[in-house]
């Protein structure tokens, strides 16, 4: 069964930055794409950016230009740098991963709190 490990959630204050890394625990055959999502208390999980097998990004409108994605389809790993955060980016950060089929994988969440 394949796993996707996440790390690098933390406290920071606002205008600050964190990376958060996933790695998936074995090879995913017919990966799609790679990217994260976030949960707010209280609120739906949103897509916050994604990374196609092509290279291709997409990211939501609220962090467009404050976070970025990058990826390493051999070592089916997903990275977010984010930057210039706000108390508004709060939530638990998902790690996922989509097949061709539509299978999806899921990590566990890290917990990102933005706060003085």
């Known amino acids: 069964q394949v796993r996707l490990v996440e790390s690098g959630g933390g406290l920071v204050q606002p205008g600050g930055s964190l990376r958060l890394s996933c790695a998936a625990s074995?090879?995913?055959?017919?990966?799609?794409?790679m990217g994260w999502y976030r949960q707010a208390p209280g609120k739906q999980r949103e897509l916050v950016a994604t990374i196609a097998s092509g290279g291709n990004t997409n990211y939501a409108d609220s962090v467009k230009g404050r976070f970025t994605i990058s990826g390493d389809n051999a070592k089916i790993t997903v990275d977010l740098q984010m930057n210039s955060l706000k108390p508004e980016d709060t939530a638990v950060y998902y790690c996922?991963?989509?097949?061709?089929?539509?299978?999806?994988?899921w990590g566990q969440g890290t917990q990102v709190t933005v706060s003085s």
């Open positions: 996922n991963a989509v097949q061709l089929g539509g299978y999806n994988f």
């Open positions: 074995s090879r995913i055959f017919g990966l799609n794409r």
